[in-house]
T-cell receptor, first 110, second 115 residues
Framework: RKEVEQDPGPFNVPEGATVAFNCTYS??????FFWYRQDCRKEPKLLMS???SGNEDGRFTAQLNRASQYISLLIRDSKLSDSATYLC???????????FGQGTELSVKP | GAVVSQHPSRVICKSGTSVKIECRSL??????MFWYRQFPKQSLMLMAT?????????EQGVEKDKFLINHASLTLSTLTVTSAHPEDSSFYIC???????????FGSGTQLSVL
């Protein structure tokens, strides 16, 4: 099992749709998780942090399932501006290097 | 929030030349910085961990003599691509951990094109 693995994309959805991505991780000791958003040829920007069961920020909801070792990102009422690549990041419990998922590309169409 | 500044944003150079990329933490001290490389349509690949005052830790497969990393102060790390070749053309991004240690803040990236 890869350390961090994301749903392969791309996801092509119409404006207003609800879309969800999953990210599985292998290290059961991981305590915190992050979703980053990356636009083409730009640096990743932190979207959401997940420390317990989940987190919600407006149209974005992140949920953590420790038993199955995955986190999900739900985007409601998709906007054209949500089009980007979403990266799942899992820091190891001992504070070493962050592990990035391969990214899930989202394309929101009019 | 914490800010990381990276320069230059774009470099076009001839094959065989060396290119230096700077990464600065502007409002916090970063004892550790990370350098990533990203090819089109691929995820960020960690190249090395830059440690202030000591040698960088390179990931498997990354040539330390080709990608020279210097972290001489708590706010500056540099990556020098020596004798660049077209296959080194990529998007290079630096990052630093937030003061509390968990989140990463990224520089804006450097697009390197080697002709």
């Amino acid at each position: 099992r890869k350390e961090v693995e994301q749903d392969p994309g791309p996801f092509n959805v119409p404006e207003g749709a609800t879309v969800a991505f999953n990210c599985t991780y292998s290290n059961s000791a991981s305590q915190s998780f992050f979703w980053y958003r990356q636009d083409c040829r730009k640096e990743p920007k932190l979207l959401m942090s997940v420390y317990s069961s989940g987190n919600e920020d407006g149209r974005f909801t992140a949920q953590l399932n420790r038993a199955s070792q995955y986190i999900s990102l739900l985007i409601r009422d998709s906007k054209l501006s949500d089009s980007a690549t979403y990266l799942c990041v899992v820091p190891p419990a001992w504070g070493g290097k962050l592990i990035f998922g391969q990214g899930t590309e989202l394309s929101v169409k009019p | 929030g914490a800010v990381v500044s990276q320069h230059p944003s774009r470099v076009i150079c001839k094959s065989g030349t060396s290119v230096k990329i700077e990464c600065r933490s502007l409002d916090f001290q970063a004892t550790t910085m990370f350098w990533y490389r990203q090819f089109p349509k691929q995820s960020l690949m960690l190249m090395a961990t830059s440690n202030e005052g000591s040698k960088a830790t390179y990931e498997q497969g990354v040539e330390k003599d080709k990608f020279l990393i210097n972290h001489a102060s708590l706010t500056l790390s540099t990556l020098t691509v020596t004798s660049a070749h077209p296959e080194d053309s990529s998007f290079y991004i630096c990052s630093a951990r937030s003061p509390e240690g968990e989140k990463l803040f990224f520089g804006s990236g450097t697009q390197l094109s080697v002709l």
